[in-house]
């Protein structure tokens, strides 16, 4: 019989012990500012995501979620529409969008749309996000918000992401202002998160040179805010960025919330390195993602919602990611193109009490929004 002694002698024992004091110690100052709720600066920031050990960051990240949220954890039935794959911006890490012309670009008319919708039972919530195809024209943008209105009046539609309506001001000559305003008017609800990157120059010249710098995504954010309409960030991350990168990224988004308080949900996005020009990097770890996801909360400690994004980050891991500070499960989801076209696989449909499962097996109280 294999048998082994597993026990450690006493002075290794004590000396682990000491250790992890000892680290403890060092960030006990960060860490109690982290339970105050008190804002963290640059170098607090960073030294507590390099230093604090992934469980050490958890419990932080899991009792700032706990104050503002309970036992609470969220998810809604809603439906992803990707109504065009085809763009003309190129970033290097997509490997969801074709150039116009090529094979395989594909857009959706607005009747198909309909009937999609029409086919999912219990429809809380439609998100949609697509590419910027020069064949499309601004009427088309507005008409489907308005004609997905006008056929589900209590859904809630979370549509077009900064860089769309960047997209939809130039097209129409239109101010980003005035593009919201005829948004909203025709039943917009919130903007989705996507197309914030990361906040950084050296970044955006390497990987999408030509998407709307991180100013122009920051100030069409404030003039949603300013208009009503709450918006979603990202960080897409786990590429070439760096631990300074990140926290800086945080740190901007933080401040904005502090003036406008117009971010409902921010959606840490693990990079996924198939079928695109970033195939060669490996992609972020579980490791790294978790502590990413818990940073997050504790840094954006003033964002209502945390978001596990199970459809990116695999529904084990989205689980998991629950306990390391996130409280929102997304969603059921349905049919989510940029992942499947990635990843050649197609996106599984998450019913509600498969969520509500997930979430009472790691002891949350599932809740619908
Ligand atoms: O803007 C593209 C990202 C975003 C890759 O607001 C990639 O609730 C990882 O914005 N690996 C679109 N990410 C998705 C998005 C989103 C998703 C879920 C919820 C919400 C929300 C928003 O996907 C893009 C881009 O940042 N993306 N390629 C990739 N290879
Ligand atoms: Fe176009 Fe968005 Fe893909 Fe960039 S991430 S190439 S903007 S579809």
Redesign the pocket.
Known sequence: MWIKDFSRPEEERNFILEETLKKNCELKDISEKVLNFEPLDFESALKLYREGDIFFLGELARKVKERIHGKKYYYTINRHINYTNVCVINCK????HKRPGEEGGYTLEIDEILEKLKETPQLKEV?I?GGLNPRLPYEYYVNLVRKIRDSFPEIHI?AY?CVEIDWLSKISGKSVEEVLKELKEAGLNSI????A?VFSERIRAELYPTKISSERWIEIAKTAHKLGIPT?A?L?FGHIETDEEIIKHLLILRKIQEETKGFY?F?P????PEN?ELSHLPGPSAHKILKVIAISRIILNNFPHI?A?WV?LGIKLAQIALLWGADHF?GTVIEEK?SEL?RGQQVMHLPPVEIQRLIREIGGEPAEI
């Open positions: 890490f997509c490997g969801y998100h996000v979370r992401t989705p998160g996507g197309g990157e979603n990202t897409l949900c959606i996005l693990a990079f996924i695109n978001k994004y990116f997304h940029i990635m």
